[in-house]
């Protein structure tokens, strides 16, 4: 793991993207293990191919996720609620890991 520095993630995707894959991967694979894996797919390839981490500082991260998240889910027939729902959770997951891959847990 390189030493985190909040200046170069602003430019993340240059200086810490093996660590950002390995965050996004990380909380995938915990989602997959819990949750439908059609719907987490779902989830992983139309709607976090397109969220932004960022840092928030004191080791928090925040993800930022594409307009209309719900909206951009084909193939996988799942009410809003609980689409609603996973999403969030995987969000949270994806920030955990963000902090647990930085060194921040």
Not at 30 to 50: F, G, K, T
Not at 66 to 84: I, K, M, N, T
């Amino acid at each position: 793991m390189a030493d985190f520095d909040p200046d170069k993630f602003e430019d993340k995707y240059a200086n810490y993207f093996p660590e950002l894959q390995q965050a996004y991967k990380n909380a995938f694979n915990r989602m997959n293990d819990q949750y439908d894996s059609e719907l987490v797919h779902a989830i992983d390839q139309q709607v976090l191919n397109e969220s932004e981490p960022f840092y928030e500082g004191d080791g928090e991260f925040r993800v930022e996720l594409p307009d209309d998240p719900y909206g951009r889910v084909s193939g996988v027939l799942v009410e809003e609620d609980r689409f609603e729902t996973v999403l969030e959770t995987h969000v949270e997951e994806i920030e955990t890991e963000l902090q647990r891959v930085f060194g921040f847990q």
